[in-house]
Every structure is written in C-alpha cells, then in structure tokens.
C-alpha cells in the first residue's frame, strides 16, 4: 500500500492555466500520483482520483458515501449552511434513501419517455435558431446552448416561461461560487431564494396540478408520504439544476472542438447517421463534468494501491479518466469515427448507482441540437482562433465548459 502526493495539484487546479487546458495536468497525476492527496481551499483532507480503472471502481464503491449529512462538518465548511436544504436529494444520499428517491423519478427518463420529447426539442431547436444572427459574430451560448435546455427541462417540471430566466441566474450563482465572504453571501442568498421559489411553485401545483413532473411528484408526496416535503423541494432543484447546467456546457464544448476540428465536422455533416457516435466520443473527450460530486470515506479504502482514511474526502476527476491511456487509443485525439463500445466506454455520465439519470435527455438534446444547427448551417465557423477559447473559472472544478462561444453562422451568406 502507497501514498503518493504531489503537492502543488490543489493549487494548480485553481489557475487560469488550468481551466484552459487541464489535460497535462492529469496526464501527469496519472504518471506520478493517480491517487493524489490534496489540501483544497476548504481544508479537508481530500484525495482526487486520476486513473480510469481506479475512478470507476470509486465510483460505484459503498464505502465512499455520497450522503453528505453523514460528512456534516466537512459539508459545511464547503458549502456553508444554507446548500443543506437544497441538498436533500437522491444525488446527495445512498441506499436505501438513495433507491427510494430515484425510484420516484425513474419513469421521467426512460427512452420511450425521453424519445417522446423528441418533437418538442426539434421545434424548441428551430425556433432559437430563427432569432439568431445569421452573418455577424454573436455568442452562441446564451442565445442557443443555455436556452435549449434550460427550456427543456423548466417546460418537464412546469416551471412557467417567464420565470425560467430567473431559475437560470440563480443557478448561475449556486455554480460558480468562491471562497470569499461575498461570493457565500451570494451563494447563501441564491440558494434561500431557489428554496422559496420551489416552495412556493410546489404550494401552486397543489392548488392547480397540470401534466409535468413536478405536479406528479407533489401528488406522490400528498398522496402516499413517498417524499418529504423538503425532498420535494430538493429533489425539484436537483432535476432543474442538473437538467440543463451539464447539457448546456456539453452543447457549447461539442461545436467549439468540432468547428476546431474542421475534418471531424466535415465526416459529421456528410455522415449523419453518425451523430450519435460523435456525442460519446464529444462527452468522452471534453464532457462538461469535469469532477463527480464529492464522496467521503466510512471506512480506511484501499484504491489504487493507496490508503484513503476514514472520513477523508473523494474527489473522482472524470475528465482525467476519459483520458487515460490504459483505457484509451489515442486518448488525447478527437474521433468521431471512435467506435462507440465497451473498449471506449466513458464516464461522462458517471458510473454506478448514480449514474446521470438525465444521460438518455442529453443524448437526445445533444443529437437535436447538432443536427439542426449544422444542417441548417453547414458553413458555420468559429469567430476568432480556437486556441483563444475562454473556459468557465471555477472555485471547484465540477463544471467545464466555455464562458463564451462567438461564432459565425453562415459568413458567406446564403
């Protein structure tokens, strides 16, 4: 049994630098400490995993605990005291709470389900790409990326249109929050004000249910005592919050490498009964998850040939797995012809028990969102270089996606 440190990883993961590119980053803790220690900002003792193997294996171990209320002192000094009660979710919990609260929700996101929406996203897809410029630069994050998701899963919860934009910056705040006191008061303020929103949405759907998800979970809750009411609150922010945060970011990185890749783009456009494929090998290559949720240790766990004590925390870097050699051919090359099997098997979407519930609604967004801006756009470009790209800083690295996406839709005109 090993313990290897190196001791500038939690520092670095903070730089500029790092939310640029951070795959030499990995590729070195692969070589040198696939099971690293680190001492993070928040101060708790944490370990960040590195490898594939070894990162699948955590991710589906019992003895890493998502349950956080189990964690309550590290939890806090994270997140501070406010994140509690927005937390009471099946992300943050295990078995047999974490089988309960899934199970309620399960049926939202079967294939059959899923596919359904299928129309619905088609028409939502068009009807953003009406209202976007056609020849001159523009962002395509907030005029695309962000509102067809976001859309997507507000219009499954019942969230009305005209406060959709306000679930979207509150969330903004939740996600990108720091250390210092005003950006936790920030935080503190978005996540008591997203709590009494759901609250209050809920208290509308018992009074006048319709046909969306969040009126059929309110009846379970009424109903049967399936949920409590703060799970029910939870559980409404867990579905919006993840519902379109990942997808957006995943939408915005797959143009971004594929107009940087103009013969990847090419065999795209000109195979489109390839898009499917090109989406895993798109998360595989730069998911929007860059890190799963933190863990922590009930017990001393051995991964990797190192020792994870007891009460320590987990951080698994999934970026880094997706891009490990043992794994991989060419892992560091972007192919859209790379055969979509169990050799190329990605942890985009997690592994385990809590493997991303949504996974089949992005896959489709994804799929709808590529077809139809590049059919209808086939010249579509990057507006500056691709090695200019400005990446999302965040305190945490859970997120990687763009801060900007400046494109030009059809510069040659039509």
């Not at 005029?143 to 997507?152: K, R």
């Not at 009846?219 to 029910?232: F, K, M, P, Q, Y």
Request: charged share 25%.
């Amino acid at each position: 049994m090993t313990t290897t440190q190196d001791p500038v990883a939690a520092a670095e993961r903070c730089t500029p630098e790092f939310r640029r590119n951070p795959h030499p980053f990995y590729a070195r803790l692969r070589d040198t400490a696939p099971v690293c220690p680190m001492r993070p900002p928040h101060g708790n003792e944490t370990y960040l995993i590195t490898q594939y193997e070894d990162a699948r294996a955590a991710l589906s171990d019992p003895r890493l605990s998502k349950d956080m209320y189990g964690a309550m002192d590290a939890y806090r000094k994270i997140f501070g005291d406010s994140s509690v009660a927005l937390d009471d979710n099946m992300l943050n919990s295990d078995p047999p709470k974490h089988t309960r609260l899934r199970k309620l929700v399960n049926s939202a996101f079967t294939p059959r389900r899923v596919e359904a929406l299928r129309p619905r996203i088609q028409g939502i897809v068009e009807e953003l790409l009406d209202g976007c410029p056609t020849r001159e630069p523009f962002d395509l994050l907030p005029a695309f990326a962000f509102p067809l998701p976001i859309t997507v899963i507000c219009e499954l919860l019942g969230v009305p249109p005209e406060e959709r934009s306000q679930m979207h910056h509150l969330s903004t705040t939740v996600a990108q929050t720091g250390f210092s006191e005003e950006s936790k008061r920030a935080q503190q303020k978005a996540e008591e004000d997203l709590h009494a929103y759901f609250t209050d949405l809920i208290a509308r759907k018992r009074s006048q249910p319709s046909d969306d998800l969040l009126s059929a979970l309110t009846a379970v809750r009424d109903n049967d005592g399936g949920l409590t009411e703060n799970e029910l609150v939870s559980t409404a922010f867990l579905l919006m919050f993840a519902g379109h945060k990942t997808t957006a970011y995943l939408i915005g990185n797959a143009v971004h490498h594929l107009l940087a890749h103009p013969a990847q783009f090419r065999t795209v456009q000109e195979n489109p009964e390839l898009v499917g494929q090109a989406v895993e090998e798109l998360v595989r290559f730069d998911g929007s998850v860059e890190s799963a949720t933190f863990r922590y240790a009930t017990e001393d766990v051995e991964i990797g040939g190192t020792r994870i004590p007891k009460g320590a925390l987990v951080q698994i870097a999934l970026t880094s797995a997706n891009r490990d050699p043992l794994k991989f051919d060419r892992p560091d090359e972007f192919d859209v012809m790379r055969p979509d099997n169990e050799q190329n098997a990605h942890l985009g979407f997690g592994h385990g028990i809590h493997y991303c519930l949504g996974a089949p609604l992005a896959r489709l967004e994804m799929q709808i969102a590529l077809t139809g801006l590049f059919g209808r756009f086939p010249r579509m470009t990057l507006a500056g270089p691709a090695a200019e790209a400005k990446w999302m800083e965040v305190p945490f690295p859970a997120f990687r996606g763009l801060a900007e996406l400046p494109v030009v839709l059809d510069p040659a005109g039509s």
